[in-house]
């Protein structure tokens, strides 16, 4: 492969050099360095397809630092797609990258068992006996719940009073595993919403991690079983369920599906067409006739832990443009206790699995989060992503703030009992 | 002498080694500012974090001769901070704490790599502001502002940075510091701090900067008003202006430039049937802001305005101006690169200038969008190119002087506010006779006897005597 190849030259034209993405950058924000900003990145990108300089390790080393929370796209006034062209640049270095056997072999066990629900469960069970004996905690691994709270969802979930519409949810890879509490409450909203809910056995992952990480072929490869996983679920007249999801990085991963099919037209149709009828849960909550039957369910005094603070994941105000939605239900489930949080749209480092590949520097940027969260006064911090959660729990324990995290389901949930 | 692994190795006992960037893939990106065609990598990049690493390391590339290039956030766009041949950069991007806010007396103390909008965030709980705004406000640094005495939107009312300016803490090109921090209203000796904004980074490196805050006004107004052609809100303005009806600002954008905004992530609503969108802003108490617009809704009437909108809630009032604020951007939707023009027109002449310039662009092929600042006269065409293609970027050039020599047989200037840095070097002796660049190159050598800071740009190499200077590496 040639170096020209390993940049999406085209995209790395739109950048006109304005520099307005440098201040909205975290690794921009916390180095200082022009190399490590987005515009910095694309120069880099540009300058290799150019044969300015060599893809050696340095510039290896820039792609990786990168976090992928696409904060530089939402304030790009050219258009530059800045997420796609990384992922382009990220899997082409993957396939020219000499790893160690080692590192090949733990990142192909690490990729692989989220494509297994077998694999899941069995990691789980082995972390959770690991975390008896410290190892865990020494590793900074996410603390994981009991056997009894990983329980997978069942495949079909009545709505309360009166159906207005059947649904698919997706359960996800890790999901039920760390955040099994949230699939519950998911489920519960929806139904109390008025849905039907309706659980894919076939589906596992959807490949997001994957593609962040420059597995590309796993990722088509996820993708389009994904596609096929919920084509298969249909309403009566057999059209496919809208797929709601509570996980911003899948979201947004799975609404971008056509990316992966450039040179397959058909698949690339179908997932259009999935990317069509899926929606954030706060999305799809906040249109009618949902928003009404869950409004009448809501009752702010329920809510036992504020000041509440919201906290913009990534994926999903710059991944997918969903900014007002989550806040207005929010606002509706929490009353008048809902705070500000300075800089909500920043990332907060989990981005992924950068938070376990590059723990240093996620702390980094998690660092000023903490910050505003401590200045902003809240008691429970409310997102929507798992990584984030896990995140933003583990910088609370060290920063010794008495605050919780929750996923807006589950603030909802408690709200509409 | 010249950059060595001995200097490399001296450099980073003082700055650490994340302050020391030698590596050529963390080099390259600092190749080029916001006129992307000229370029040069620089041989070392150095982020000190506050004045005494700038000393410090000054000090260093002193003693070994090495010519300096400072850059902030490198958004200007008349190549102030390229970097030179064999020379150093000294960036700013680690220097990024706001000191002191006094909101009594008004004043604040920043670093130099502060944003621009970061201090406005900064003196917004005490009921504060900045005033000079440049377009690139959301990343350009104060120490940048400075060094091109910038200006912006409002500055038709507040004036440009230097106006903002009260203090600077300077480290001289020999790496000495030179604290005129304490806030002059009315500087006593001679004004270094004046004579040092707006020096494009010759004179020394600002690491301090003492601003200037103004109260918010009581009441702020956005208005936009959609013109049918281009004359028409040229005429407008100059209507304003001699009535002495004068909003705080008044920007002019026109129809390529509110078809690339529109199509952008900073969509204002400008509707794209009109030729030209006029932003204002009225500001003053109640009373003055109502006074003020009776007498400009009929003048803005009699030039044809039409769809006029009023905004006061800030979230409002902010989206009309980030399409303003983006358009640059915005324009990179339309080709690989953007050339910005900046000249200076007197006021009567605007309508014929804007005209022009189209011209002149037309006459060339080139696409050009206008958006400027009208109240102060200044244009800002935006021609689009691709600097893969050398043809045609010689004939942006050749637009761009053209337009530079027609702005200035109208009795206009070179630059309004980016500078003249690298651009417009070849343009400096049309404006300035051979004695008028003896003098400001004798108060250069004064401080910078062997011309090693941003050497090449501002001041044209023959007038400058710049030949003297032993080149860089040369003993
Ligand atoms: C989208 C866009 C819109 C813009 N709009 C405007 C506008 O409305 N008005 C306007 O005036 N300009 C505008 N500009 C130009 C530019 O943003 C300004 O010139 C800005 O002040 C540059 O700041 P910077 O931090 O990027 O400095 P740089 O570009 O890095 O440097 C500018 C100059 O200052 C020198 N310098 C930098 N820091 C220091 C320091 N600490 N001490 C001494 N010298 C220093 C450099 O050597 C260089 O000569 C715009 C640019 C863009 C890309
Ligand atoms: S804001 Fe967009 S066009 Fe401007 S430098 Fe950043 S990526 Fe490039
Ligand atoms: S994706 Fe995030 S970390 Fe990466 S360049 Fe953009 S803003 Fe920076």
């Known amino acids: 492969m040639d170096n020209h190849s390993l940049v999406d030259y085209a995209k790395s034209l739109d950048c006109v050099h304005c520099g307005l993405c440098l201040n909205s950058c975290p690794t921009y924000r916390i180095t200082g360095r022009e190399s490590s900003s987005p515009r910095g990145r694309i120069h880099l990108m540009r300058s290799v397809a150019e044969g300015a300089i060599e893809p050696d390790d340095d510039f290896a080393e820039e792609m990786d630092f990168c976090l992928l929370c696409r904060n530089c796209e939402s304030v790009c006034p050219s258009g530059v797609r800045y997420g796609a062209m990384m992922e382009h640049t990220r899997g082409a270095l993957e396939e020219r990258r000499q790893r160690p056997w080692t590192a090949r072999l733990a990142r192909s066990i690490g990729f692989g068992i989220l494509r297994d629900r077998m694999a899941l469960r069995v990691t789980a069970r082995l972390a959770r006996l690991a975390e008896g004996t410290g190892l865990a905690r020494l590793v900074g691994a996410p603390a994981l719940p009991r056997h009894a709270e990983r329980v997978l969802l069942p495949t079909h979930m009545p709505a309360e009073g009166g159906e207005l519409a059947r649904v698919a949810m997706l359960e996800g890879c890790v999901m039920p595993e760390l955040l099994g509490h949230v699939q519950r409450a998911t489920a519960q909203v929806l139904q109390r919403a008025g849905c039907t809910v309706q659980i894919s056995p076939m589906h596992v992952c959807c490949g997001s991690l994957h593609a962040h990480n420059g597995e590309v072929k796993a990722a088509c490869e996820l993708a389009r079983a994904t596609i096929e996983a919920y084509e298969r679920l249909t309403d009566e007249r057999g059209n496919p369920l809208p797929l709601i999801i509570n996980s911003a990085g899948c979201g947004s991963h799975i609404k971008e599906f056509e990316h992966l099919f450039a040179d397959d037209e058909t698949m690339a149709v179908r997932a259009r067409a999935l990317s069509g009828r899926s929606f954030d849960l706060s999305q799809f909550l906040a249109r009618e006739p949902f928003r009404s039957r869950l409004m009448q369910r809501l009752n702010p005094k329920a809510s036992h832990q504020g000041p509440y603070a919201w906290d913009d994941p990534c994926h999903l105000c710059h991944g997918q443009g969903v900014r007002r939605e989550p806040r207005e239900l929010l606002q509706a489930a929490v009353g008048d206790g809902l705070v500000p949080l300075a800089d909500p749209e920043s990332c907060c480092g989990s981005a992924g699995i950068y938070s376990l590949l590059r723990p240093r520097d996620s702390q980094a940027v998690l660092q000023p989060r903490i910050e505003a969260l401590r200045a902003s006064g809240a008691r429970t911090l409310v997102t929507s992503n798992p990584g984030c959660q896990m995140q933003w729990e583990a910088g609370i324990r060290t920063a010794q703030l008495d605050v919780s995290v929750s996923h807006l389901a589950e603030v909802l949930e408690r709200a509409s009992r | ?475």
């Not at chain 2, 009109?274 to 009373?287: H, I, P, Q, R």
């Not at chain 2, 049309?430 to 090449?456: H, I, K, Q, T």
């Open chain 2, 1 to 475: 002498m010249g950059v060595d692994s001995t200097l490399v190795e001296a450099l980073r006992r003082e700055l650490g080694s994340d302050g020391v960037l030698d590596r050529r893939s963390q080099r390259v990106p600092y190749e080029c500012d916001g006129l992307a065609f000229a370029r040069q990598v620089p041989e070392l990049v150095l982020l000190p974090r506050d004045t005494q690493q700038t000393a410090a390391a000054m000090r260093l590339l002193h003693e070994a001769r090495v010519a300096i290039v400072p850059r902030g956030a490198g958004t200007g766009l008349s190549g102030g901070a390229t970097p030179v041949e064999g020379g150093v950069t000294i960036g700013t991007g680690r220097m990024r704490s706001v000191l002191h806010i006094d909101a009594l007396n008004r004043w604040a103390r920043v670093q130099a790599g502060v944003v621009n909008a970061d201090l406005g965030h900064a003196c917004e709980s005490h009921g504060l502001f900045y005033a000079p705004d440049p377009s690139s406000q959301k990343a350009c640094t104060v120490g940048g502002n400075v060094g091109e005495n910038s200006g912006g939107p409002h500055c038709f009312r507040y004036g440009n940075t230097s106006q903002h300016v009260l203090g600077l803490v300077i480290v001289t090109p020999q790496g000495e510091i030179l604290d005129l921090s304490e806030p002059q209203v009315d500087p006593q000796g001679l004004d270094l701090v004046g004579l040092f904004t707006g020096s494009e980074g010759m004179l020394g490196i600002a690491t301090e900067i003492t601003v200037r805050l103004l109260p918010v006004p009581e009441v702020v107004e956005t208005w936009v008003a959609l013109f049918r052609s281009l004359d028409a809100a040229c005429d407008a303005t100059s209507d304003l202006i001699a009535a002495r009806a004068e909003p705080s600002a008044i920007e002019i954008l026109d129809k390529l430039t509110i078809e690339a905004v529109e199509q952008s992530v900073l969509r204002a609503g400008y509707p794209q049937d009109a030729e030209a969108v006029m932003l204002l802003e009225l500001e003053g108490s109640e009373a003055s802001v109502q006074a003020n617009a009776a007498v400009i809704e009929p003048l803005l009437a009699v030039r044809g305005a039409f769809g006029l909108r009023r905004a006061r809630a800030s979230a409002d009032r902010a989206r009309l101006w980030a399409g303003r604020k983006g358009a640059y951007g915005a324009m990179g939707r339309i080709a690989p690169d953007l050339y910005v023009c900046d000249a200076v027109v007197p006021r009567r002449h605007l309508r014929a200038l804007v005209r022009r310039t189209t011209e002149i662009c037309s006459g060339k092929g080139l696409r050009i969008a206008n958006v400027f600042h009208a109240g102060d006269g200044n244009l800002h065409p935006n021609i689009s190119y691709d600097r893969r293609n050398p043809e045609e970027l010689r004939r942006v050039l050749e637009a761009g002087d053209e337009m530079m020599r027609a702005c200035i047989e109208a009795g206009g200037s070179l630059s309004g506010e980016h500078g003249i840095g690298l651009e417009k070097l070849s343009a400096m002796p049309w404006m300035f006779s051979s004695e008028d660049l003896a003098v400001m190159c004798r108060v250069r050598e004064a401080w910078d006897p062997e011309c090693r800071m941003n050497p090449g740009k501002l001041l044209p190499i023959r007038a400058c005597m710049e030949t003297r200077m032993r080149a860089p590496g040369a003993t």
